[in-house]
């Protein structure tokens, strides 16, 4: 069973368009992240929730915009696509922010592209 | 703040030889050490963790690291390398004593492993 599942796998669209991109975890934390990695393979933070809160929101653009459902599920909803926002993104999971030594568990990833 | 480096974009070693992956990190407090593999495609599985005590961490895969507070560095070994260990390595870093609740990772170090 995949622990961490993100879906589409990929996404080719056109600029100005709206997407999304959905992440669900069957491990049963309480904490979602999603993080961009650009095109030199760099990973960045973009958000975190715990327990459906945001708590982390890292100078992303207002046109993206999370959405936690319930704790299992962390979507990403992308307006008004541009050519920089092509890139890899990955969610992730790990149990709580409690402990900080919690390790992060990551998704497949889903490479968007924007033309 | 907290960061971290991997001076070296790729590292080359032959079947059979030993290798080491380069990791040195900053944060204002202690730190919480990750390292994570990137295969093509795929998302990053973790490898190992250094939270506290015994400053070598054996991980998955024969893979281990060391920490050295003095050097403030995290560097990956394996005694024996594989074809198969060809892939992205990523150390992460998380201050246990700071409200930074996200990891931040350095800029991955390729492995080349030669048959």
């Known amino acids: 069973d995949t622990a961490v599942s993100q879906t589409p796998k990929y996404l080719v669209t056109q600029m100005g368009n709206d997407k999304s991109i959905k992440c669900e975890q069957n491990?049963?934390?309480?904490?979602m992240y999603w993080y961009k990695q650009d095109s030199k393979k760099f990973l960045k933070i973009m958000f975190s929730?715990?327990?459906?809160?945001?708590?982390i929101n890292e100078t992303v653009p207002n046109r993206f915009s999370p959405k936690s459902p319930d704790k299992a599920h962390l979507n990403l909803h992308i307006n008004s696509l541009e050519l920089g926002d092509s890139a890899v993104y990955f969610c992730?999971?790990?149990?709580?922010?409690?402990?900080?030594?919690?390790?992060?568990?990551f998704g497949p990833g889903t490479r968007l592209t924007v033309l | 703040a907290q960061s971290v480096a991997q001076p070296e974009d790729q590292v080359n070693v032959a079947e059979g030889n030993p290798l080491t992956v380069k990791c040195t990190y900053s944060?204002?407090?202690?730190?919480?050490l990750f390292w994570y593999v990137q295969y093509p495609n795929r998302g990053l599985q973790f490898l190992l963790k250094?939270?506290?005590?015994?400053?070598l961490v054996k991980g998955s895969y024969g893979f281990e690291a060391e920490f050295n507070k003095s050097q403030t560095s995290f560097h990956l070994k394996k005694p024996s390398a594989l074809v198969s260990d060809s892939a992205l390595y990523f150390c992460?870093?998380?201050?246990?004593?700071?409200?930074?609740?996200?990891?931040?990772f350095g800029s991955g170090t390729r492995l080349q492993v030669q048959p």
């Open positions: 992730a999971s790990s149990q709580d922010l409690v402990h900080r030594a919690d390790t992060q568990y």
């Open positions: 491990l049963g934390h309480d904490t």
């Open positions: 929730y715990n327990n459906k809160e945001l708590i």
């Open positions: 944060v204002s407090g202690n730190p919480y």
């Open positions: 250094y939270i506290t005590g015994d400053n």
């Open positions: 992460a870093v998380r201050d246990k004593d700071t409200g930074r609740r996200a990891l931040t």
